[in-house]
């Protein structure tokens, strides 16, 4: 049974930074793509960072781009997503999400596989 669990959420203010996990269990991490997602309360799901099997290729949503740094270590099956420079727009409950594929894609709908989420509240 293919499992990720994401860590590292909190209550920090604007101008911070954080740091989240995923650790992923029950296939090949090092295989599929992987991203991270956000839904802020009353909003849809968006997307955040994905990054590519190998780590080599990276995407972002804009308005993270220069502050978010999306990463992957394969040999500890874990994902990464340092947030610096933290503003109130980006407090939402964060999701890790795994593809059936080794590519990056910023569809919602090309991930099959989800965490439980991470809440990030950032006061102002």
């Known amino acids: 049974q293919v499992r990720l669990v994401e860590s590292g959420g909190g209550l920090v203010q604007a101008g911070s930074s954080l740091s989240l996990s995923c650790l992923a269990s029950?296939?090949?991490?090092?295989?599929?793509?992987m991203g991270w997602f956000r839904q802020a309360p009353g909003k849809g799901r968006e997307f955040v960072a994905s990054i590519d099997g190998s780590g080599s290729a990276v995407q972002y949503e804009p308005s993270v781009e220069g502050r978010f740094t999306i990463s992957r270590v394969n040999a500890q099956n874990t994902l990464f997503l340092q947030m610096n420079n933290l503003n109130s727009d980006d407090t939402a409950v964060y999701y890790c999400a795994g593809r059936n594929s080794y590519y990056t894609s910023s569809s919602l709908t090309t991930y099959e596989i989800w965490g439980e989420g991470t809440q990030v509240t950032v006061s102002s």
């Open positions: 029950g296939r090949p991490f090092g295989h599929y793509g």
